[in-house]
């Protein structure tokens, strides 16, 4: 068991690299990784059980800690990326598709990478764990309403059937997850050390998938949606900060902020673009989910040199 904790351990540091080995695999071999396109569901909920593994009540007592800090974080979340995505794809031009893709994948809920981050990045980790709880919780309602509301301009959205979706590849394993932790605590104990390690295999072979099964689309506007989503991500960081520094919250409650609103589940985004639109509109979240493990090893590099006590002259402006 130790070995697999290492090699856990491991594997979840170096997940950007993964990411992006796997996704140039499903590149070059993409007959091999596209059969794996009808288990993207079942991988992401495979990832969500073990993020119910994880979750505890002190996480809840959190919000109820302080509502008012997860309520920002959580509005920024549904109210910032959405809107991004819908700018740019009325300011770039791109096909019906990718343009629900990239709505899609910003009306998405954080992801569980955003916690990883804001620790590295010296930034208030139980802020930003208790924001990823609320948006993944409320993703099933709100998900399916945005996605509706700003993408059926595009590809006809069947909000509910997104919503059914979501509850299954979602809320069941987390519940399940959660559920599991309670009954069984000193079996889930000794798996916890695992879970880095199969939430890792899970992404990377849904990446692998959608890169494989979206190839030439890919190879003939891949530069195009890589420009869309570097914007998406770097702007979202960028307003995310804006919008915790405006509310007058703390350094490290704004880098938590921050990196919760850039960094998106893009598993799910995957996942329900490939069930309710197309593979070509799943390319937005693969490449989402490649390039905002990079920007966030970066942007969290770089909080981290960032102090969190704030100047006299800081405190008085944000007063």
């Known amino acids: 068991m130790k070995a697999i904790a290492s090699l856990s351990a491991f ?14 695999l499903g590149f070059v071999l993409p007959d091999t990784f596209k059969q794996l396109t009808p288990y993207i569901v079942t991988l ?38 959405p809107a991004i995505a819908v700018i740019l794809t009325m300011l770039i031009p791109m096909s019906p598709e990718v343009a629900a893709g990239v709505i899609l994948v910003g009306c998405c809920p954080g992801g569980t990478s955003s916690n990883v981050m804001t620790y590295l990045s010296k930034g208030d980790v139980a802020l930003s764990v208790a924001c990823t709880s609320v948006t993944t919780l409320a993703a099933p309602i709100v998900t399916p309403f945005l996605v509706w509301l700003f993408a059926s301009q595009y590809l006809p959205v069947d909000a509910m059937a997104m919503l059914i979706s979501i509850i299954k590849v979602v809320l069941l394993p987390l519940a399940l997850g959660f559920a599991l932790q309670k009954l069984v605590p000193g079996i889930v104990t000794k798996a916890v050390p695992a879970l880095p390690l199969v939430s890792v295999a899970g992404i990377v072979l849904i990446v692998a998938a959608v890169v494989g099964a979206s190839k030439a689309a890919i190879a003939s506007t891949g530069l195009l949606i890589f420009l869309v989503v570097v914007l998406h991500n770097g702007i979202g960081y960028m307003l995310g900060y804006l919008a915790a520094k405006a509310a007058g919250l703390s350094v490290a409650k704004r880098k938590a902020i921050a990196i919760e609103v850039g960094m998106q589940n893009s598993g799910l985004g995957a996942a329900l673009a490939n069930a309710h639109f197309s593979p070509v509109a ?12 990079i920007s966030g090893a970066l942007i969290a590099n770089y909080f981290a040199r960032v102090p969190n006590e704030e100047t006299a002259d800081e405190a008085l402006a944000t007063r």
């Not at 997940?15 to 992006?20: N, S, T």
Request: charged share 10%; aromatic share 12%.
């Open 44 to 81: 992401l909920g495979i990832i969500m059980f073990g993020m119910g593994l994880t979750l505890s009540l002190d996480d809840f007592r959190e919000v109820a800690r302080r509502p008012i800090e997860v309520g920002i974080g959580v509005v920024s979340q549904f109210v910032i990326m």
């Open 282 to 293: 799943a390319v937005p979240s693969a490449i989402f989910s490649v390039w905002h493990n």
């Open 11 to 24: 594997v979840g540091k170096t997940f950007a690299l993964w990411v992006i080995l796997f996704a140039i």
